[in-house]
């Protein structure tokens, strides 16, 4: 059965600084392309980063040089770093577990981030 455990969300300041976690089980989570998505009032859930299984990242344009992902595969968890946290960050975000090449794909229960002064 698979399982996240999302950890780490919270109310900020603009300017602080956050560290999302999520914690997987269930499946070979070295196989899989782990991301971070957010969905905000009214929007669309969107990527906000992503890490391959060769640890290869990708971030969204928003969040470039603010957030980093980062995975430890021993630990089963997937990490995103925030600093300089805006009011525009503010959102439900998602750890997703994404295995290449098939149609395997899971999605963690979300983590609220409240940036706001």
Same mark, same amino acid.
């Given at each position: 059965? %698979?399982?996240?455990?999302?950890?780490?969300?919270?109310?900020?300041?603009?300017?602080? !600084?956050?560290?999302? !976690?999520?914690?997987?089980?269930?499946?070979?989570? +070295?196989?899989? =392309?782990?991301? #971070?998505?957010?969905?905000?009032?009214?929007?669309?859930?969107e990527l %906000?980063? !992503?890490?391959?299984?060769? +640890?290869? =990242?990708?971030?969204?344009? !928003?969040?470039?040089?603010?957030?980093?992902?980062?995975?430890?595969?021993?630990?089963?968890? %997937?990490?995103?770093?925030?600093? +300089?946290?805006?009011?525009?960050? =503010?959102? %439900?975000?998602?750890?997703?577990?994404?295995?290449?090449?098939?149609?395997?794909?899971? #999605?963690?229960?979300?983590?609220?981030?409240?940036?706001? +002064?």
């Amino acid at each position: 059965q %698979v399982q996240f455990v999302e950890s780490g969300g919270g109310l900020v300041q603009p300017g602080g !600084s956050l560290r999302l !976690s999520c914690a997987a089980s269930g499946f070979t989570f +070295s196989d899989y =392309t782990m991301g #971070w998505y957010r969905q905000a009032p009214g929007n669309q859930r969107e990527l %906000v980063a !992503s890490i391959s299984r060769s +640890s290869s =990242t990708n971030y969204a344009d !928003s969040v470039k040089g603010r957030f980093t992902i980062s995975r430890d595969n021993a630990k089963n968890t %997937v990490y995103l770093q925030m600093i +300089s946290l805006r009011p525009e960050d =503010t959102a %439900v975000y998602y750890c997703l577990a994404r295995k290449p090449f098939t149609r395997n794909e899971f #999605w963690g229960q979300g983590t609220q981030v409240t940036v706001s +002064s």
